[in-house]
C-alpha cells in the first residue's frame, strides 16, 4: 500500500524560509508509468493550487510562476523522500501543504500546473503552515 508522509510545516515569519519534506513508502509504479509527485496547498475557503512537481524517472521539475521564483523541490532517492524549499514567506502562503503521487506524470504536470483534477494515486495527510509575525 503506497503511503506518504508529510513533515515541515510550521509558524514562520514573513520572509522566511520552509523545508517541507513528503516520505514516499509501498508499492510505486514501476518506472514505464513515468510516475512523479506534485505538492499543493489549500487556504480555507480557497480552491487547492498547485505548487511544483518532479518526475521520479528523470526529475525534471516543473512550477507554476506564481511560486517559481520563491519554491524549490528536489528528490533524495535513498531516503524515498520530496523537498519543497520555500523561500521569502508570506502571509498569504499560509495553507495546508499537500503532497500526491500520481502513476501518470503528464497527469500531475496537468495537475500542478493548470488545476486539472486527476485521481492521485496516493495522498499524504498535510502540514500546516502558518506565516505571520
Known amino acids: 500500500q503506497l503511503r506518504l508522509v508529510e513533515s515541515g510545516g510550521g509558524l514562520v515569519q514573513p520572509g522566511g524560509s520552509l523545508r517541507l519534506s513528503c516520505v514516499v513508502s509501498g508499492s510505486t509504479s514501476a518506472q514505464l508509468d513515468a510516475p512523479a509527485i506534485g505538492w499543493f496547498r489549500q487556504a480555507p475557503g480557497k480552491e487547492r493550487e498547485g505548487l511544483s512537481c518532479?518526475?521520479?524517472?528523470?526529475?525534471?521539475?516543473y512550477y507554476p510562476d506564481s511560486v517559481k521564483a520563491r519554491f524549490t523541490i528536489s528528490r533524495d532517492k535513498a531516503k524515498n523522500t520530496v523537498h519543497l524549499e520555500m523561500n521569502s514567506l508570506k502571509p498569504e502562503d499560509t495553507a495546508v501543504y499537500y503532497c500526491?503521487?500520481?502513476?501518470?506524470?503528464?497527469?500531475?504536470?496537468?495537475?500542478?500546473?493548470?488545476?486539472?483534477?486527476?485521481?492521485?494515486?496516493?495522498w499524504g495527510q498535510g502540514t500546516q503552515v502558518t506565516v505571520s509575525s
Open positions: 518532479i518526475s521520479l524517472n528523470d526529475d525534471k521539475k
Open positions: 500526491a503521487y500520481g502513476s501518470t506524470g503528464r497527469k500531475v504536470y496537468e495537475g500542478v500546473m493548470y488545476g486539472t483534477r486527476y485521481d492521485f494515486d496516493a
